[in-house]
């Protein structure tokens, strides 16, 4: 006996997860890549070792935070890709 798996199509819902999955990446690439540019011209302008120290540890902060929160959302949104795929097994005899 020979298994094979075939997947099909999504459900509307399984295509709406997955868009939001990745308009989601894209989202959050777009913020993580703006606030370390914005970062970057604030510790430019700084005017003394101590503000822009101030500015690189807050500048850290902000990066880990906002990785959390897309490691997070990936997983959560993931999870929701994956389990709305729908799967056909289909058994054949050779």
């Given amino acids: 006996m ?8 999504r ?9 939001a999955f990745i308009l989601f990446n894209l989202f959050m690439l777009y913020a993580l890549l703006s606030g370390i540019i914005g970062a970057g011209e604030a510790i430019e302008g700084a005017s003394s070792e101590a503000e822009r120290a101030g500015a690189g540890i807050g500048t850290m902060l902000g990066v880990g935070a906002l990785m ?6 990936d997983v959560i949104l993931g999870l929701f890709v ?7 097994i ?5």
């Fill in 11 to 19: 459900t509307v819902i399984g295509k709406v997860f997955k868009w």
């Fill in 68 to 73: 959390t929160f897309w490691v997070m959302g």
């Fill in 90 to 94: 289909i058994e054949t005899d050779d």
């Fill in 82 to 88: 994956l389990f709305t795929r729908r799967k056909k």
């Fill in 2 to 9: 020979v298994v094979r798996r075939e997947v099909s199509d």
